[in-house]
């Protein structure tokens, strides 16, 4: 079965600096992955996703995340942090039959003035 | 408007006392499923159904049921809640493999 690891259950950036979310995951075949947001008190919103087409894959707010077959790794980044992007950043495997998702245990983004 | 809906948004009940928690979809969508989150744990599939009059165990099925007797409506029903259901609840749909995957607004639910 696929799974995935979030490496940093909190991580705490400064405004306008990049922001770096880790997550690895674990297939035996080519995935299909997803970053999901959270913001506070609201229900989880696409922000990106992979499904084999390019390696580097652009989503919503400026935020991206470059697959890694050889690293089995799909960071999320964004060149700078904005306010507005706190909140919980969950890393999604696709199961074998392309429905079912596996859930990171998520990441807390905090952002500080 | 594309929407997964749920009601009630938040429900506080007791231990024992049957509840269902609703769930509907506008995309004509054949997959739906349920899932919970707990802190620091992520979400986790409860049931998903496949199509109508198909559905299967999730990750954390026991305490729960669910029904698909309409292709729009997922219920989630708990015969007898227990503290430990205590938690915030999704539904989702997607319409085919690996697409995006559709997420309502949430449903809190505490059990005392």
């Known amino acids: 079965a696929q799974s995935v690891t979030q490496l940093d259950s909190h991580v705490s950036v400064s405004e306008g600096t990049p922001v770096l979310l880790r997550c690895n995951y674990s297939?035996?075949?080519?995935?299909?992955l997803f970053w999901y947001v959270q913001h506070p008190n609201k229900g989880l919103q696409l922000l990106l996703k992979y499904t084999s087409a390019a390696t580097l894959v652009k989503g919503i707010n400026g935020f991206e995340a470059e697959f890694k077959k050889s690293e089995t790794s799909f960071h999320l980044t964004k060149p700078s942090a904005h306010m507005s992007d706190a909140a919980e950043y969950f890393c999604?495997?696709?199961?074998?039959?392309?429905?079912?998702?596996?859930f990171g245990k998520g990441t807390s983004l905090l952002v500080t003035p | 408007e594309a929407q997964v809906t749920q009601n009630p948004r938040y429900l506080i009940t007791v231990t024992g006392k049957k509840l269902t928690v609703t769930c509907s979809q506008n995309?004509?969508?054949?997959?739906m499923s349920w899932y919970r989150q707990d802190p620091g744990l992520g979400l986790r599939q409860i049931y998903y159904s496949m199509n109508v009059e198909a559905t299967d165990k999730g990750d954390v099925p026991e305490g729960y049921k669910v029904s698909r007797k309409e292709k729009r409506n997922f219920p989630l029903i708990l015969e007898s809640p227990s503290p430990n259901q205590t938690s915030l609840y999704f539904c989702a749909s997607r319409g085919a493999p690996y697409n995006e995957q559709f997420f309502g607004p949430g449903t809190r639910l505490t059990v005392l």
């Open positions: 999604v495997v696709s199961e074998d039959s392309g429905y079912a998702l596996n």
């Open positions: 297939s035996s075949y080519s995935p299909s």
């Open positions: 995309m004509n969508h054949e997959y």
